[in-house]
């Protein structure tokens, strides 16, 4: 099965929370790669590629996140995948 690839803007109560952190360690425990990232308006923004199955999984995890976030909306737009990530990685 080909990979997938999604960007996602999550917002809510998503910084300062680890929300980063933590998407980087489920995104590796899922086996996908890309990048998370804190936008300057206070949503997070992500780049998810992998199984269309994971991907699944993990923007289930997305909505809830963890255990201080408060997840308001999660939007999620498909993406043409180009394979060029190696792992999760946290921009800066």
């Known amino acids: ?4 690839c999604v960007h996602i803007i999550v917002e809510g109560r998503v910084q300062g929370v680890f929300y980063r952190a933590s998407t ?7 086996g996908l790669t890309g990048w998370v990232r804190n936008r300057p308006e206070g949503s997070v923004e992500a780049i998810i590629e992998g199984d269309p199955e994971q991907i ?8 809830k996140g963890p255990p ?17 990530h190696i792992d999760f990685t946290i921009r800066y």
């Open 56 to 63: 699944s999984k993990m923007i289930g995890w997305l909505h």
């Open 68 to 84: 201080h976030a408060t997840v308001t909306r999660v939007r999620v737009t498909n993406e043409e995948s180009n394979n060029n």
């Open 24 to 30: 980087k360690e489920e995104a590796s425990r899922l």
């Open 1 to 4: 099965m080909p990979n997938e």
